[in-house]
C-alpha cells in the first residue's frame, strides 16, 4: 500500500539540492556522533584525536577510526537516502530500485565484468598517476598527491590484519558498506535526480560518475574510478535494480581487501594493486570489449525478465 508523498511535485533541481542539504547535515552530525561515542567508548582524549586520525599507534586508536567510519558512513551514505526516498516519494523501495531481484546470470556478469576491465582500467591508472600540472598549479598537485599518500597510508594501516577476524572487519568496513552506501547515494539518488534534471538517462550516469570520482579527493585516481562509476551507472540503468551495482561494487571492494590480505601474510606474491595489470596493449584492448560485450548480455538477460 502506497503511503502520501511529504513533498510532492518537487522538481529534480530542488530535489538535488535538498538531498545535498540533507547528506552534508547527516554527515556533520554523525561526524560529532562518532567522535563523541568513540571518546566514551574507547576513552580517548580529544587533544589525541588527531593523531589517531593520521597515525593511529595502538589498537585502541585503530578500533576507534573503525568505529568512526561505520558511524559516518552509515550517518552520510546510508540514512539520508533512505530518508530522502521516504519523504519524496510514496514507494521507497521502488523509488530507490531496491524492489526488484535481477536472475542470478545478471549477478554473475555484474561481478565479472569488475576483473575484465582490470586491465584497462590499471592501464588508465598509470596514465593518471603520470599526469602533471602547469607550473602554476604545481603547488595544488604536490598538495593532492601528499593528500592521497596520506589516504592511501591510513588505508594500508585498516587492511594490514594477520586474523580472519580483521579481515571479515575490513570487508565490513571497507568493502559492505561503502559498497550499500555509496550506491544508494550516488546511483540510488543522485543518478536519477541528475536523469530527471537533463531529461537525459546517459547525461545522469556520465554527471554521476564524474562526482563520485571527483568526490573522493584523488586527482591521481579520478580517471578509473570514473570508468567505475560509469560500468555502475550502466548496470543500474540496464537491470533497473540497485542490488546489482551494489554487488558489482561490493566484489571490487572485497577483491581489493582479500589480495591484500593474501599478499601481506604471504600467501600470494602479487601486491594488490598490480592484480590484472598487462603491458599489452592487445590485452588492454581485449578488456574492453570484451567488458562491453559483457553489458551487453546483461542488457538482453534484463530485457528479457522485464
Known sequence: MKR????????????????????VLSALVFSILGLVGGKLIFHINISSLAGAFSQPENHTAKSFLYFFQFVNQVGMLILPPLLFAYLFSA???????????????????????????????NW?????????FPNALAGIGEWMKEKEAQADHLTELFLQVKTMKGLILNLMVIALIPALGEELLFRGLLQRLLGEWTKNIHA????????????HLQFFGFLPRFVLGLMLGYLLELSQSLWVPIFAHFINNATLVILFYLHFNGFIQIKMEEFGSSQNYFVIAFSLLLTIGLFYGINRRSTSRH
Request: charged share 10%; aromatic share 18%; glycine share 6%.
Open 204 to 215: 545522469g550516469v556520465i554527471l554521476t560518475a564524474f562526482i563520485f570520482s571527483a568526490i
Open 4 to 23: 502520501r508523498i511529504f513533498f510532492p511535485d518537487t522538481r529534480p533541481g530542488i530535489k538535488f539540492f535538498w538531498l545535498l542539504f540533507m547528506v
Open 124 to 132: 588508465l591508472s598509470g596514465i593518471n598517476s603520470h599526469m602533471t
Open 91 to 121: 514507494d521507497s523501495l521502488n523509488y530507490l530500485k531496491f524492489d526488484r531481484l535481477p536472475s542470478i546470470r545478471v549477478f554473475l556478469l555484474a561481478g565479472l565484468v569488475i576483473f575484465t576491465i582490470l586491465p584497462f582500467i
